[in-house]
């Protein structure tokens, strides 16, 4: 009997502290009247305590909105529950983490990372931020890093990877690197994209796009490639170096237009330029596909729905985002996880003036 007015003196500051949402673990042991690890214990199930004192403590933690603090736990436990999502774009000076194919990316990636249990920290590095990703990992608030596109940051990736943390990046598969990559073929999609402009009697080809960025500059290779193939000579003034921000890329196929170049497609390394292209073209007077072909990359929601519907090279955003997540936490597991390189598909629609529209040619796989 001596012990009731301590313990309703505990469980009357216990009510004081939830009307303050502060309730902690010492303040249920002290409720229930046991230690603070019997608490942990019983809130994890553990067999060691009975079934009265696990029934007393859930009935305290249940009546005080008590909540266990899985962040502090993490900590202690050495892991966050936490994995950041990085879009490096050091490159970029205006290209939003708004662009559809970020947003289609990273929609997939978040799914998987909540299929495990994990919270997601999203950060932009943009120009002027080399050590971002670095200082973001020195917080210590995330278990593993899914960094969407290299940009110009394959040096700090390189050194990320040395140090041990769990890293996982789209992007191409550059030589002799030390992180996992997974990605498209981009030269391949490049170079299908390219000989089907070809194949509809197209001869002088702009390339859109900037060659500073790993995966771009794959593109540009397989842009290449197909010319060679067809026995045409790259020309340098249809060369544009194109950022990925809709007005940048609309100022580029402007100027080259008004420059007076002579063309009849457009490759461009993005769907978001070839749109941007082709509303240059189009406020210029010239049709499309009637004047020039268009051919785009990534296949995001709107180019199916654009008029012209453009033809594009389609990335399998929905696996490419499953195994960034799949192969990080294999990382984080103490596995090996290898670099994964997805296959395209060209999806011929009215953009490109191809007498088939909305059908699919597969890449090599």
């Not at 969407?148 to 598969?173: C, D, F, K, N």
């Not at 497609?265 to 020039?292: H, M, N, T, W, Y």
């Not at 629609?349 to 040619?361: I, K, P």
Request: net charge neutral; aromatic share 4%.
């Amino acid at each position: 009997m001596a012990d009731k007015p301590a313990a309703t003196a505990a469980t009357q500051e216990g009510q004081a502290r939830t009307k303050m949402g502060a309730v902690k673990m010492d303040d249920i042991a002290r409720m229930a009247g046991v230690s603070k690890s019997t608490v942990s214990r019983a809130l994890s199930g553990s067999p060691l305590v009975n079934e009265e004192t696990r029934a007393r403590i859930q009935a305290l933690v249940e009546s005080h909105s008590y909540r266990v603090d899985t962040r502090a736990q993490g900590l202690r436990k050495g892991h966050t529950h936490t994995i950041a999502v990085v879009i490096p774009l050091l490159h970029e000076h205006d290209q939003p983490i708004s662009d559809p194919f970020f947003l289609e990316l990273l929609g997939h990636i978040a799914d998987a990372v909540a299929d495990h249990g994990y919270d997601l920290l999203l950060s932009k590095i943009g120009p002027g931020r080399t050590n971002g990703m670095a200082d973001l990992v020195d917080t210590g608030r995330v278990d593993g890093l899914i960094a969407i596109g290299q940009s110009t940051a394959h040096l700090g990736l390189e050194r990320l990877a040395a140090r041990g943390m769990p890293l996982v990046v789209w992007g191409a598969q550059l030589p002799e690197q030390h992180y996992v990559t997974v990605g498209s073929d981009n030269r391949a999609g490049a170079e299908r994209a390219v000989a089907h402009l070809i194949a509809q009697g197209r001869q002088r080809i702009v390339f859109l796009g900037q060659r500073t960025v790993p995966e771009i500059r794959l593109r540009h290779e397989g842009y290449v490639a197909a010319l060679a193939a067809a026995g045409i000579e790259p020309d340098p003034a249809l060369d544009v170096p194109t950022r990925f921000a809709s007005a940048a890329a609309l100022t580029a196929m402007r100027s080259l237009i008004c420059g007076g170049a002579s063309f009849d497609a457009v490759f461009a390394c993005s769907d978001v330029i070839a749109i941007s292209a082709i509303r240059a073209l189009q406020d210029q007077g010239l049709k499309v596909p009637e004047d020039v072909a268009v051919v785009g990359y990534d296949d995001i929601q709107m180019a199916a729905f654009y008029n012209p519907a453009l033809t594009t090279v389609r990335q399998d955003t929905a696996t490419g985002g499953r195994l960034l997540v799949d192969l990080l936490f294999a990382q984080i597991a103490g596995r090996t996880a290898r670099s994964v390189m997805l296959p395209t598909e060209l999806v011929v629609r009215a953009s490109c003036g191809a007498a088939l529209s909305g059908t699919t040619t597969p890449g090599p796989r």
